[in-house]
């Protein structure tokens, strides 16, 4: 059940690979909308901050880009697998609380539980948007092929989902990927 807080009037659930695009997209759309009408909602947030405390971590340094954060990726992820195992819907309640803004854009949904929760606490409200790009673009951004992160249920758990409300390609053309924010930000208007 989701906690008390207000009811949004629209969730929209992000997935994708490493360095699909999934924080510069939801970040820019964001920056469009406006913080007091539009909240970033990030799974791995409370995921960190609770490793962080559990492991003795700095959990600043958990939540950047950065080598710390790679040398602690795969035993977060073990970790977060066991939080999930024991109660799905651990860290969806976690990153809702408070929450007053009426349209939610949850940036790291890696999990068909994940999509569940959200589906089930705020019903029709939901849309679930997968964002794509090619192998090259995301190693053009920085991401190398990983064993036991990037063939791990955090990576691969939405691969053949295929209930995706909106697929958005980010493959460098700025253009094309302009035009498909727009049709999202009208799409988010016609909810407000």
Known sequence: ???????????????????SGKDFVTEALQSR????????????GPLKEQYAQEHGLDFQRLLDASTYKEAYR????????EKRQADPGFFCRKIVEGISQPIWLVSDTRRISD??????????ATQVVRMVASEQSRQQRGWVFTPGVDD???????DDFGHFDWVIENNGD????KKQLEN?????????
């Open 33 to 44: 909308l406006g913080a007091d009408v539009c909240a970033v909602l990030r799974l791995s």
């Open 115 to 124: 999509i569940q929760w959200f589906q089930e606490a705020y019903g029709a």
């Open 152 to 158: 791990a249920e955090s990576e691969c758990g939405l």
């Open 184 to 192: 999202l930000i009208a799409f988010v208007h016609s909810r407000l």
């Open 1 to 19: 059940m989701a906690p008390q807080t207000c009811s949004p009037r629209l969730v929209l659930l992000f997935s994708g690979k490493r360095k």
């Open 74 to 81: 795969k035993d977060m992820i073990r970790w977060g697998e």
């Open 174 to 177: 700025e253009q094309h990927l």
